[in-house]
């Protein structure tokens, strides 16, 4: 079954090298019950350990059922210690922090998936060894000999074809040893087992081969009994090979039963160490609620700043996706009284530059809000009417809006190609919403269309982008198929102009190039003037991404609708009382201060998190060394550190998404404008992060499992 020509064993530390053993020629046989004897530093253990696997041999050759094995990679040692191998150490090597049904459970993983047949063959061994009142007491808490006990209930477990064990009754009393030895016994009729003691007495009647070792060599190796059945049990079996579909279903199968158990180490690692698992679930909720807590706040805190026209019969419906939906369009136009709905109104809640002039001069710039006169508050402006080249203007009169009565016309901004409004009255209202220009609503809906339109458009000239202003034509001087330039030469030609617009990742490409073009040289900037139909054309095959809704009572029909729409999956945005926030210099500061909290506590949970896991994981290095001399492969300490964090994040998430979804149901202003979606992607995002921590620490945990020995050279020897 083994075989061992001139298999040497070297230890090298910084000072010296050390021979653990030298030139051994040794085979070993199934059926046999092999006695290793010798003073302590002759070898004894360095050869288990070497038969086991865990150490390498540096030179002569190892034979595993006639295959060489000194080209054996880390993996090819792991499927043989999985297969092959049970290990009875001699300082126990249990993990302290699992109960004795868990330590002897962990070996049986490899080969049971069934839980419950593994639980009841776990259970059978550990009433074997006289532990089942200890059945689930920590390791932690048991004397030197109970450990032994567990050791060995493991390794039977295990059931391997060898059976290796390092003193494994030295610290027992006589009465437990002797059971032990009958154990070992009663399994060996058709395994090979070697046992390496001290006391050669208490294996004596059961031996069938003793091998005494001394100054690392081989000085004696004597066969006690002939092991019955020897040429039978030893008898070379013809392997058939399998096919490509068996390889692959047997692949399919482990990969399975790998994944399915390491769920089960994973659950035991979190409950096994609950104080830090706490302590981290702790943390980690509390960096999940503040990402809750954060991204809701942001989003009111954006609406709410976008929002400038704070009247109280308005209310602003937001899509949370980029667009509304059909079915969120119809339960928007289905609310009760309801005056209108704009949608992508983007010029109530944004100032235009405007340019007040009389007789042609007089030019004085200034930038307002800009209003519609049919959604104006209730008082005086709600009897007035405009015609499309008309404007009022309203202000509380102060020393820097008095400048402007004098002047007869207003326009949206300085170039002429914009449009052009009389002021037809002034009136003065002390309030906040004050200084505002009034248009109609023909007017308001243009200019709110080109507004919308020109935030999505950019000009390229041969694949190159322009800084170019864009402008439309109101006053509809333009054919279809005309625009003008205004230049400083900032063109060379007039070829390849592409107008270009990017509507939530959606991209067209308008070729200006075809269209008449009307040159006005030397202006002092660069732009583009275009038909207002192309604007239209434009703003109507956008998607509806918002919705100002104005009621014709005031807050009645905002409370009830609020539900609504965020029933719909929107967000509801808007001040209550029509009053807008202001923010004076304190105001600011203190919501200066509280982002940099938010920031700062966000932050140095996760650091926690990643510090507390780092050194969870340090901890465990041992028990991740127990696990790869039972056999567990890169792969499953893999799969059990990935399903310990997914538990962790689990425990963590749970709480946190139900008090949040439960402060969004009670509309807390924080967590009022969370979106729906986002009970899904952050804790898929929390799990992912504790995966990709997983990865990054399974490499450094297997390498130091890899690298550690598992007792020092000294020892060894």
């Not at 302590?40 to 150490?55: C, D, M, R």
């Not at 008082?379 to 004098?406: H, M, P």
């Amino acid at each position: 079954m083994i075989r061992l020509k001139d298999v040497t064993k070297i230890y090298t530390s910084e000072n010296n090298v050390t021979i653990g053993m030298q030139q051994i020629n040794a085979e070993f046989h199934r059926g046999e019950f092999v006695a290793i004897i010798g003073e302590s530093g002759s070898g004894k253990s360095t050869l288990l350990n070497v038969l086991s696997g865990n150490h390498s041999y540096e030179e002569g050759e190892m034979y595993i059922d006639g295959k060489e094995t000194s080209h054996y990679s880390v993996s090819d040692w792991e499927n043989y210690r999985r297969k092959y191998i049970s290990y009875i150490f001699q300082d126990y090597k249990l993990v302290d922090s699992y109960t004795v049904l868990q330590n002897v459970e962990l070996s049986l993983m490899l080969a049971i998936t069934n839980k419950t047949q593994r639980i009841a063959k776990a259970k059978e061994l550990i009433e074997k060894v006289g532990l089942t009142p200890h059945l689930k007491q920590k390791c932690t808490k048991l004397s030197g000999g109970q450990k032994q006990r567990v050791a060995i209930a493991r390794a039977l477990a295990k059931d391997c074809p060898i059976i290796l064990a390092d003193e494994p009754t030295g610290n027992l009393d006589s009465k437990m040893g002797k059971e032990i030895m009958n154990l070992l016994f009663e399994v060996s009729k058709d395994k090979l087992v070697i046992i390496v003691t001290h006391d050669y007495e208490d294996i004596e009647d059961f031996a069938t081969r003793k091998i005494r070792f001394y100054d690392g060599k081989i000085a004696e190796d004597k066969i006690i009994k002939k092991v019955e059945n020897f040429d039978a049990l030893n008898k070379e079996e013809e392997i058939k090979k399998p096919t490509q579909k068996e390889i692959v279903k047997k692949t399919i199968k482990r990969e399975v039963k790998h994944y399915t158990n390491s769920m089960q180490v994973g659950f035991n690692n979190v409950l096994a160490t609950p104080k830090k698992s706490l302590f981290m679930i702790v943390i980690m909720f509390i960096a999940i609620f503040m990402v809750f807590f954060c991204e809701g706040a942001l989003k009111y805190e954006s609406y709410s700043n976008n929002i400038v026209d704070c009247s109280p019969n308005r209310i602003v419906a937001v899509s949370n996706q980029g667009k509304f939906t059909d079915e969120q369009i119809k339960a928007m136009e289905g609310l009760d009284n309801v005056e209108s709905i704009v949608y992508n109104d983007v010029l109530r809640d944004k100032t235009i530059e405007c340019c007040f002039f009389a007789d042609g001069e007089n030019y004085m710039y200034t930038s307002y809000q800009v209003r519609c006169i049919d959604y104006a508050p209730a008082g005086v402006l709600q009897t007035k009417t405009l015609a499309d080249d008309e404007c009022i203007f309203v202000s509380r009169y102060d020393d820097e809006d008095k400048k402007f009565i004098n002047f007869s016309q207003m326009k949206l901004s300085e170039k002429k190609e914009k449009s052009c409004y009389k002021v037809v009255e002034y009136i003065k209202e002390n309030n906040d919403l004050s200084p505002v220009i009034y248009i109609n609503k023909n007017q308001y809906m243009m200019q709110n269309m080109v507004e919308y339109v020109k935030q999505f458009m950019s000009l390229s000239h041969n694949g190159e982008d322009k800084d170019a202003e864009i402008h439309v034509d109101f006053n509809k001087g333009l054919a279809l198929n005309e625009m003008v330039y205004s230049t400083r030469n900032a063109f060379v030609d007039y070829s390849n102009i592409i107008l270009s617009l990017d509507v939530f990742g959606q991209k067209y490409n308008i070729d200006l190039s075809k269209y008449s073009k009307i040159r006005e040289a030397n202006f002092e900037r660069n732009s583009i003037t275009l038909p207002i139909e192309i604007a239209k054309n434009i703003f109507e095959a956008m998607p509806k991404e918002s919705a100002s809704i104005n009621f014709t009572n005031g807050n009645e029909s905002i409370s009830s609708a609020t539900k609504v729409i965020e029933k719909a999956g929107l967000s509801a945005c808007y001040l209550p009382n029509g009053q807008k926030e202001s923010e004076d210099s304190e105001d600011v500061v203190l919501s200066m201060l509280f982002d940099v909290l938010n920031a700062s506590i966000f932050i140095g949970a996760f650091i926690m998190v990643l510090i507390i896991a780092l050194r969870i994981y340090k901890s465990k290095s041992e028990d991740y060394i127990i696990m790869r001399s039972l056999g567990y492969d890169k792969r499953y300490i893999k799969y059990s550190l990935i399903n310990e964090n997914v538990f962790l994040s689990i425990f963590a998430m749970v709480p946190a998404v139900i008090i949040a979804v439960v402060l969004k149901c009670i509309e807390f202003k924080s967590f009022a404008d969370i979106a729906i979606s986002t009970f899904i992607v952050i804790p898929l995002g929390v799990v992912l992060m504790m995966v990709i921590l997983a990865l990054i620490n399974v490499k450094h945990i297997f390498k130091f499992a890899i690298n550690k020995t598992f007792s020092s050279a000294k020892g060894d020897k």
